[in-house]
């Protein structure tokens, strides 16, 4: 396994959202270039080890990250009998927290990010911890001539592999991602090389105007809006990850 200290100091591993979804978790569910992908993004089963447990078995980028970790998550045997995933671990459980919204590319959904935070000891009387998940699945649009909808599309959850990035409240606000706040456009990945997003990581600033946080905030809303828009065109059946 590659040693991180190969890389100057402060680079790392730090993908958008857009990235996740469009580049690495689409690869790995059209099983193109998995040896490459792996390396960076592992295949662990996320809910069979406590959070703590996973920075020690993620990619060669990540191993010596002291913030935040990826894994693909296969899908679990009673998801593919049509049941609700298993989210316990050894010593507690994932909880989901807010509602579920979108990641777009080139303005239009291509996948759903769902948020959970990790709860140590037994579901209902377990103790919040700082440890959070953001849970990625794809989303997968069916030809338009066949579909129902009002919208004149129907988008399908793809489950074989969910992208899960794992990491500690730092109690900054988005201290390490930098994904966009809405729609955005986006050139496609390179499909030549597995090339490892990696940037300095900038020091977060101390001070911020309140009309910038109103400002966000407006965004955020309308951004929330259209993904629930968006997140009801998937097909009614696949819902239950949500």
């Known amino acids: ?7 100057p100091p402060g680079f790392r591993f730090y993908p958008t959202e857009q990235e996740l979804v469009s580049f690495y978790l689409k690869n790995r569910l059209e099983n193109t270039r998995v040896q490459d992908i792996e390396r960076v993004i592992p295949p662990i089963d996320v809910y069979a080890f406590d959070p703590w447990q996973l920075p020690e078995m993620s990619g060669e980028y990540c191993i010596l990250d002291s913030e935040q970790w990826f894994f693909f998550c296969p899908m679990q045997e009673r998801e593919a009998q049509g049941g609700r995933p298993a989210r316990t671990t050894p010593s507690g ?3 989901a927290t807010g509602s579920p919204s979108g990641v777009y590319a ?3 959904m291509i996948g759903v990010r769902k948020t959970m935070v990790f709860y140590q000891g037994r579901a209902p009387l377990g103790a919040k911890t700082k440890w959070k998940m953001n849970e990625y699945k794809y989303v997968e649009e069916r030809d338009a001539a066949i579909s129902s909808s ?7 959850l793809r489950n074989e592999f969910s992208l899960c990035r794992v990491y500690i409240k730092s109690g900054c606000l ?10 955005v456009r986006m050139g496609e990945a390179s499909s030549s090389t597995v090339a490892p997003v990696m940037m300095a990581k900038r020091a977060s600033s101390q001070g911020s105007s309140s009309s910038s946080e109103h400002q966000n905030n407006q965004t955020d809303a309308g951004t929330a809006a259209t993904d629930v828009q968006m997140i009801e065109d998937i097909d009614l059946e696949l819902l239950d990850w949500l």
């Open 174 to 183: 988005r201290a390490f991602d930098r994904r966009p706040v809405g729609p």
């Open 150 to 156: 009002a919208s004149g599309r129907v988008c399908n």
């Open 106 to 108: 080139n303005n239009r």
């Open 1 to 7: 396994m590659m040693n991180n200290n190969s890389v």
């Open 93 to 95: 459980y994932w909880k």
